[in-house]
């Protein structure tokens, strides 16, 4: 039902473009004012989510530890999960960033219980989450890149260079670029086990299927303007340097469906901040990865630490206790008559 | 112990698939069995006295009735409390924010492999507040509401905190395969420190909390009956090895201050760890004391409230600056060493006095100088430097009756990273020595399903559910290789396992590390025992 929701919603969104840019000829609004209003939020946005986790205090040191820590001179450190320096810790935060490590590591539980046999309970290794999500972000990666070419005159020899890698099989005309599919491979995977495994949607909600589909569209559209309706690329680079130097002029002989696509982009760019996406912000500061496990070394400072709590002191304790302390010939402080 | 089924029913009656009903529609299931005994008044009244900002609401109250007696304003309360953990904590706001709900801890948690509740799912269970969250302080949840996981507080709410809170173990094994490391402790963590505020908390936790801040440990022994039990722990090793050991207690001008979790001068096996600490003590003419002020090392305090964890853990400092030790020596424990190795330092590191210096071990030389900050060092460290440098002898003979296995405590393999030094020492006193499989040892460890506070009896259900992938893979080892013995490094372990071993692995005993050396040590040449520290017959011994 979730999952119908955020089609429907995704839907209307699609419809309201083609209706506004295409029927109502408001090209004007969906190619310069949405955008523009969707880039600014998402920067606003963006900035000012980090800026409010940023300024929170990390009051404990608390990395999860995933190896052998530093120890006797001849026992070798995990020193890339289980990090003691600064820069240990930015080679773990670079393999959990760059190679989803996390996620690599992840297993799968099977429970099998036949009647008469021993019941088994095993983790087996998992790793098609880690896959279809490394070639979804890796796409979608490299389909940014590719698209600065749109932003940027002259077009730098390094998005020139992806986009040969990009479309190095050759197949189709124009030229499909592999990361088209696999985008759709890997969206497709992390929704479709969304669907399917019962877990996963129990756990799904809007917010999890409504930017998968969004994604899904936005590619979607993007491929039919390349493959299908083959539009005219020059025309817009034109409107996307109008508004990228403010220069802004009516579009002409762009097909609708670029429209279509911008919208849904402007859309995802403006829902970014306010939704889980920014976890592409937040494993940054992710306190169980980002930080050295090290406070037995170097003292780590907590901004709210409450200097008056204080433990129980011995004095209350001995109090307490002073007289059958003494009759143990337990050693005192204050024996009973220097108390008295 | 109440009545549970048996473990293959148990096993049979686990379904991973969740049920028709969204869980916020599933109503809360509060009948016995399902959740700890509540806080006696008194202990309450006493820690609300102490602590006026942590505890709150003492009085009569039973979760099963529909009136959990809370006071009229409980929901501002909690909201306040809440609001003002988000600016406190990067950690909880960072969690609230960017879950994806990828489902990658789901089945991770050992309540959840062994229970099937999808409550138990890591990433439900930090729903449960991050509905809250966006319901009550985000925009869009107040718009949207339920269609994006946004719901409001009601006290049915805050009865599913109670459920599921403490059906956490905060072991953070979900937190090693989030790809964001989201961490469920530190979410359980604030949803107790919430409850508590309004009066809603558990016996099995603020009883020994209260028990550590009066007595110093958490059976509340009082010091007078700490000594008395040393003594006879010195006669039974006197008993067995033949000589009379000298244990100072509460003494001034030694080197080092020796604090172990109090589990282990009470309870059985954790006394024949305890008497293991001593007999090596002895043998290497260690210049140490120990306190009854400073009795506990577990801290319990830290299933309640960062304030109350401060508060307990200084009492290390204070008495090391009293007796004027240089540095501390800590016993076998699990979240004593989270404690230790993450937060000590942080919140009590200024009490540190003059004193204290960078460890050095006076037998071997060695400085530990991954302690020169804390000055605290891990028993399992320093007996492993000791056997490293040729220091301890060893009759290996005396435990040949042992096929052992190693147990990763959660805390210090995911909250520390201590996996090599007991394994070396593990090795050093046993001949057979078998470990677990990978997923379930080192940093993928399973919990013992009784940590943080849960080691409490009228949840014996629950707790053999959690306990079914340790005991499984207990299970595994001791029809492959013979196993009969599981040692571990914690003293919630050692109380919490025996039930579980006996439930899934009948016949596996649970040891401390130190008990086994304990029985290998030589004390003095020619040296010859019949009897290991349990005082059972040695092999070879059986017929005398």
Sequence with gaps: MKAIYSLILVLALVVLATLGAGAAKMQTIFAYCVPGTAFVIFVVGFVAKVIGWAKRPVPFRIPTTGGQQQTLDWIPQNKWDNPSTGPQTAMRMFLEIVTFRSLFRNTKVLLKHDDGKNPIVAYVSAKWLWLFAILFHYSFLIIVIRHMRLFLQPVPKFIVGVEFVDSVLQIYTPIVYQTDLLILAGAGFLLARRLYDAKLRYISLVNDYFPLFLILSIALSGMYMRYIAKVDVMAIKDVVMGLTTFTFKVPKGVDTSFYVHVFLVSTLLAYFPFSKLMHLAGVFLSPTRNLPNDTRMHHHENPWNDPSIKPHSYEAYEDDFREPMFEAGLPLDKNPEEAA | ?544
């Design chain 2, 1 to 544: 112990m109440a009545k549970i089924i048996k473990p293959d029913e148990m096993i049979r009656s686990i379904n991973y698939t969740p049920p028709a009903t969204d869980w916020m529609e599933t109503p809360n299931d509060l009948s016995p069995g399902r959740f700890a005994y509540p806080a006696k008044e008194d202990k309450v009244a006493y820690l609300q006295h102490e602590m006026p900002h942590v505890f709150g609401n003492p009085r009569v109250w039973n979760p099963s009735e529909a009136d959990w007696k809370l006071p009229a304003n409980w929901k501002e309360i909690v909201m306040n409390g809440f609001r003002e953990r988000l600016d406190k904590y990067r950690s909880l706001k960072l969690f609230m924010d960017i879950c994806v709900r990828c489902g990658a801890c789901a089945d991770k948690c050992h309540f959840f492999i062994g229970g099937g509740d999808p409550r138990n799912m890591p990433v439900l269970r930090a729903e449960l507040m991050r509905s809250i969250y966006r319901g009550e302080f985000t925009l869009a949840g107040k718009i949207l509401g339920k269609l994006t996981g946004a719901r409001v507080m009601e006290e049915d709410v805050l009865k599913e905190w109670f459920l599921y809170f403490y059906q956490c173990t905060e072991c953070r094994r979900c937190s090693l395969f989030c790809p964001y490391g989201i961490d469920t402790a530190e979410v359980t963590m604030m949803a107790r420190e919430l409850l508590h505020l309004v009066g809603i908390n558990i016996n099995w936790i603020l009883e020994p909390v209260s028990n550590c801040n009066r007595t110093g440990n958490h059976l509340g022994i009082q010091p007078h009956a700490f000594k008395d039990i040393v003594e006879f722990m010195v006669d039974d090793i006197e008993t067995i090895t033949g000589k009379h050991i000298n244990v100072p207690l509460n003494e001034k001008g030694h080197e080092i201050l020796f604090i172990t979790p109090s589990g282990d001068v009470f309870a059985d096996p954790g006394i024949y760890t305890f008497m293991g600490y001593l007999i090596l003590f002895d043998a290497i003419g260690l210049d140490y004391t120990l306190s009854t002020y400073a009795s506990e090392g577990g801290n319990f305090g830290m299933f309640t409230h960062a304030d109350m964890m401060k508060s307990l853990n200084g009492k290390m400092y204070a008495e090391a600056n009293r007796l004027g030790a240089k540095w501390i020596l800590g016993g076998e424990c699990g979240h004593m060493w989270r404690v230790i190795n993450q937060y000590m330092d942080t919140m009590n590191g200024s009490m540190q006095g003059p004193q204290m210096q960078t460890p050095v071990n006076p037998i071997t030389g060695t400085v530990f100088s991954n302690a020169k900050q804390t000055k605290m060092v891990h028993i399992a460290e320093f007996t492993a430097d000791l056997i490293k440098h040729g220091k301890l002898k060893f009759d290996k003979s005396r435990n040949s009756d042992i096929i052992a296995t190693f147990h990763d405590s959660c805390n210090p393999a995911r909250g520390m990273g201590m996996f090599e030094e007991p394994r070396y020492v593990l090795n050093s006193v046993v001949d057979q020595f078998y470990d677990m499989p990978e997923n379930t040892i080192r940093e993928q460890t399973f919990c013992c399903a009784g940590g943080s506070g849960l080691n409490t009896d009228e949840i014996m259900d629950i707790r053999m559910r959690g306990g079914l992938p340790r005991g499984n893979a207990l299970r595994y080892v001791q029809e492959k290789n013979g196993v009969n013995t599981m040692a571990c490094v914690c003293a919630i372990d050692r109380a919490t396992l025996i039930p579980l071993a006996d439930y899934w692995a009948p016949g596996v005993k649970i040891t401390g590390l130190h008990e086994l050396v304990g029985n290998a040590l030589i004390l003095e040449d020619g040296e010859e025992r019949t009897m290991n520290l349990r005082q059972e017959p040695l092999p070879g011994f059986e017929e005398e």
